[in-house]
């Protein structure tokens, strides 16, 4: 994107700001859709947690998209935004029965990821159909960052209990729709998801009356100039194959669902924020911004690389800065980063910041949680306020508390 752009979206509506471009949403949901033509009934359920704006939740509505939620407040923010109940998925972890039951009541697809609310549920409401989530335990060389389904990992239930699932069914004869895995991490070997695939179309044939079968998502997308992706066109060929003969084996085909939150919205993303001050240290010059990890959570909480560009000096002579927050802890960006020559007011962007940025902001320092911007067919909309010292006294109660002195 043009940088004098940028530069006047921060110029209208402040900084620091987010960013959202409806044309590489659109074009990454057309890829995955192509990838998968081949499919008979294919539905992508944009996952809501990685940006769940209701303006973006209603743009990808529009795509043609169904939603995955993983709370309830997920699901009502959906129906909210044009999203027919039956096109939502709910797939929580850990959530009380009282939840389940009332998302269930709403007519959204139930995902139970654990035998005790599996036999709860089933044994009250043995007519609401449910989803199974399940583990298939798959490791790639050990490494644990590509990885399917730790053995230790508190997510879905292990492929190892099916038996005790199958027993759970059969005794409360509930009804079981969907089959369903999510591996929570970056894809970046193909095989390590086309063998937990397997396992699924193993595990689906212990059930006849399904609806669908979903793989969830853990797509990566490139972080900067040859970082490596998932291969979707690569994997749309081969998991198609599987799919098919899956489908010959168990007499008919169903729904193949997928649930892609960053494959979506992470490059669509971009936040902007503007240099209070230079300063040079013994060591290193230090790029501070008027932003930190209340807005911008994810190289502080996990490691996440997120490419820095100085907009306003974008042919500026590169030096190395130290790009850190203006919080009252250390909030470091990017360490040792080669930037265009930066001067105090002039803009940083930062890349991929569609996917689990704006969502993980809070308010700590008593800062206000940043704008956000939708650029849709050629216009720039706003779709968040900055917040005001309202937002922040909002819920907060003062008694009242006499002079001691
Ligand atoms: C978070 C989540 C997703 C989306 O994962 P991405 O890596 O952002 O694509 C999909 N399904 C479930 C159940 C999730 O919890």
């Not at 972080?223 to 198609?240: A, P, R, S």
Request: with cysteine.
């Amino acid at each position: 994107m043009k940088e004098k752009f940028l530069i006047e979206i921060a110029n209208e509506y402040g900084s620091p700001i987010y960013v959202y471009d409806a044309k590489i949403i659109s074009a990454q949901y057309r890829r995955l859709v192509s990838s998968f033509s081949k499919i008979k009934s294919l539905k992508i359920c944009y996952a809501a947690k990685a940006l769940s704006n209701i303006s973006i939740l209603s743009f990808i509505r529009s795509l043609g998209a169904g939603l995955d939620t993983v709370s309830i407040q997920e699901v009502k923010l959906g129906v909210e935004a044009g999203f027919d109940p039956d096109s939502i998925i709910y797939t929580p972890n850990g959530v009380s029965l009282d939840e389940i039951e009332e998302v269930s009541s709403m007519g959204v697809r139930i995902n139970i990821d654990n035998l005790s609310l599996l036999e709860q549920f089933g044994a009250k409401h043995p007519n609401k159909p449910v989803c199974i989530r399940i583990n298939p335990h798959i490791m790639a060389g050990g490494n644990s960052k590509i990885s399917v389904g730790h053995i230790d990992s508190k997510f879905g239930i292990s492929v190892h209990q099916i038996p005790h699932i199958l027993r759970i069914v059969k005794n409360t004869q509930m009804k079981i729709n969907g089959i369903h895995m999510h591996t929570g991490s970056d894809i970046l070997d193909i095989d390590v998801f086309l063998n937990a695939s397997e396992i699924l179309f193993e595990t689906a044939k212990n059930f006849k009356n399904l609806e669908f079968i979903d793989f969830g998502s853990g797509f990566k997308v490139p972080y900067f100039d040859g970082d490596v992706e998932t291969n979707i066109e690569e994997l749309g060929l081969k998991l198609t194959q599987k799919f098919k003969s899956f489908s010959k084996q168990y007499g008919r085909e169903i729904e193949l669902v997928f649930e892609p939150g960053k494959f979506l919205v992470s490059q669509a993303g971009y936040f902007i924020a503007k240099v209070n001050v230079i300063k040079q240290t013994t060591s290193t010059v230090f790029a501070q911004l008027d932003t930190g990890f209340n807005h911008l959570l994810r190289p502080m909480l996990y490691g996440s690389h997120h490419e820095i560009e100085n907009i306003s000096n974008p042919n500026g002579k590169k030096r190395f800065y130290s790009v850190v927050g203006y919080i009252c802890e250390t909030d470091t960006f990017g360490n040792n980063r080669k930037i265009s020559e930066i001067s105090e007011g002039d803009y940083l962007l930062f890349k991929n910041c569609g996917a689990y940025c704006y969502n993980m902001s809070s308010n700590y320092n008593s800062r206000y949680r940043p704008a956000e911007v939708f650029l849709l067919d050629n216009k720039s909309y706003l779709i968040r306020k900055r917040e005001t010292i309202k937002d922040i006294l909002r819920n907060q109660i003062k008694i009242e508390i006499p002079d001691k002195k």
